[in-house]
């Protein structure tokens, strides 16, 4: 599979203009055929990945996804996460805050939802949404009860910044590895995906009148991500820009990362001591008679 992630992969300091950056490249694969046999095989390296990641139970994985609405973060869920054991995989959908929520700092909602060591653990949107929809809408930053002197734009969004890398570098010296995808979707594609939730009853549900709203302030959400990208990518959470106007090829580059991520844990099988082995062999006996 010749995808080289590393073309997607924000390095740190680097500034990112999303405006710059692609949101469809050559597709790795050439058929449906072909990239459904493709994206088995990375589902199928996950799986195995995930299944010595629970039984070594030193790590965990946290997996971000991030993107303007109808990017495909459902989709890409769904199919790259298909075959993980749900026994050790949970997916967190983060809406609007709730009235409990509105009372704690903005961190405070996704600490229960972090994954426990062998586990994966996916927010489908996260406290990123801190920088991004609301630094689009400060009258929701207004809202969420903060004191006058902690309002002042020029440094709420700096300092959230650095409260988000902090609480990674934490997450990660605790054994949990954070990796970060923005999908990149273009104006026009998501018009052409909304039109279609319009005219595709099955999709109906999806779509809401905010997200016409929402359109309206592209260039303030590209700034915003593109400011958070550049701030928040580091060598140990880094951010992903995957093109997404191939939702196909995005779901194959999206697979690769995480295989490349939990491959490149020291993962191994528990080995059973001498008095482990002592004691199985005498359970052995005990079944055989």
Not at 27 to 44: M, R
């Amino acid at each position: 599979m010749t995808i080289n992630t590393g073309d997607f992969r924000i390095t740190k300091g680097r500034k990112v203009d999303l405006s710059k950056w692609p949101t469809r490249v050559p597709p790795v694969y050439t058929s449906k055929a072909h990239y459904e046999a493709l994206l088995e095989e990375q589902v199928s390296r996950l799986a195995a990945l995930q299944d010595v990641l629970y039984a070594d139970n030193r790590y965990a994985l946290l997996v971000i996804f991030q993107a303007m609405d109808a990017a495909g973060k459902d989709g890409t869920i769904k199919h790259v996460m298909s075959g993980i054991n749900p026994q050790g995989c949970q997916v967190t959908s983060f809406k609007h805050p709730s009235t409990l929520e509105l009372e704690h700092d903005y961190l405070w909602r996704i600490v229960p939802w972090l994954p426990q060591r062998g586990h994966i653990g996916v927010f489908n949107r996260s406290y990123y949404e801190e920088v991004l929809v609301v630094r689009v809408h400060p009258e929701i930053l207004r809202a969420e009860g903060l004191p006058d002197s902690r309002l002042d734009s020029n440094k709420v969004w700096k300092g959230r910044h650095r409260s988000m890398v902090d609480l990674e570098r934490h997450l990660h010296n605790s054994g949990t590895r954070v990796v970060k995808f923005f999908l990149h979707v273009s104006r026009e594609e998501q018009r052409k995906r909304l039109l279609a939730r319009i005219d595709e009853p099955a999709k109906n549900w999806k779509f809401s009148g905010d997200d016409i709203g929402e359109r309206a302030y592209w260039k303030e959400y590209m700034k915003a991500y593109g400011e958070c990208l550049s701030a928040t990518s580091t060598p140990d959470a880094p951010w992903y820009a995957v093109p997404a106007d191939d939702k196909e090829n995005a779901r194959l580059i999206v697979a690769k990362v995480l295989v490349e991520t939990l491959a490149g844990l020291d993962l191994a099988y528990p080995k059973a001591d001498a008095a482990r082995r002592r004691e199985l062999r005498s359970l052995r006996k005990k079944l055989e008679k």
